[in-house]
T-cell receptor, first 110, second 117 residues
Framework: QSALTQPPSASGSPGQSVTISCTGT?????????VSWYQQYPGKAPKRMIY???KRPSGVPDRFSGSKSGNTASLTISGLQAEDEADYYC??????????FGGGTKLTVL | EVQLVESGGGLVQPGGSLRLSCAAS????????MHWVRQAPGKGLVWVSE????????KYADSVKGRFTISRDNAKNMVYLQMNSLRAEDTAMYYC??????????WGQGTLATVSS
């Protein structure tokens, strides 16, 4: 199982929007609507931010949104805040009870 | 409040074994598929293993197949990861996570396994 492809870094100024991409194949991202996104602060456990491509768990700000087109999923954070500075990981179901993560994107709020 | 608490990590020599444990509370454990995910120092998340609700079905990443065994005890709300024939590349923080709606909804704080001579 090859890792999903994410840009290593992304950045934006407070109040701006930033989009992080997650590219897989037709066997994972493109084949299932089971893409999820996780936020991780240094030394902390990951936290689920988006599931089933675009659904937000209770308590996650609506500034976070997800989408998918073909084999690429995206996480968009609008109205960027300093507290959004973290690492972000995508994950996709890959069939036959296999799961694959992206390599992670370090988001910097300028 | 949901809590997943891992334990059992430590320093072990190459070729050695460790047994990780994860205690769950605040969730209907017997209805939850459980997973182990690891993260090498400074690296990204990597899925390791999955177990279904009754423990009869398991799945492993190719990198650990044949060396790691996942199991669970629904009476104790516990999930385990037996790690044998450990290699330096198995050094990582190991997280247990529950799976709901095809995503990892709750995570523990992790337990660190270090394989080194």
């Amino acid at each position: 199982q090859s890792a999903l492809t994410q840009p290593p870094s992304a950045s934006g100024s407070p109040g701006q929007s930033v989009t992080i991409s997650c590219t897989g194949t037709s066997s994972d991202v493109g084949g299932y609507n089971y893409v999820s996104w996780y936020q991780q602060y240094p030394g902390k456990a990951p936290k689920r931010m988006i599931y089933e491509v675009s659904k937000r768990p209770s308590g996650v700000p609506d500034r976070f949104s997800g989408s998918k087109s073909g084999n690429t999923a995206s996480l968009t954070i609008s109205g960027l805040q300093a507290e959004d500075e973290a690492d972000y990981y995508c994950n996709s179901y890959a069939g036959s009870n296999n799961w694959v993560f992206g390599g992670g994107t370090k988001l910097t709020v300028l | 409040e949901v809590q997943l608490v891992e334990s059992g990590g430590g320093l072990v020599q190459p070729g050695g074994s460790l047994r990780l444990s994860c205690a769950a509370s605040g969730i209907t454990f017997s209805n939850s598929w459980m997973h182990w995910v690891r993260q090498a120092p400074g690296k990204g998340l990597v899925w390791v293993s999955e177990i279904n609700t009754d423990g009869r079905s398991t799945k492993y990443a190719d990198s650990v197949k044949g060396r790691f065994t996942i199991s669970r005890d629904n009476a104790k709300n516990m999930v385990y990861l037996q790690m044998n024939s450990l290699r330096a590349e198995d050094t990582a923080m190991y997280y247990c996570a529950s799976n709901w709606d095809y995503s990892f909804d709750y995570w523990g704080q992790g337990t660190l396994a270090t394989v080194s001579s």
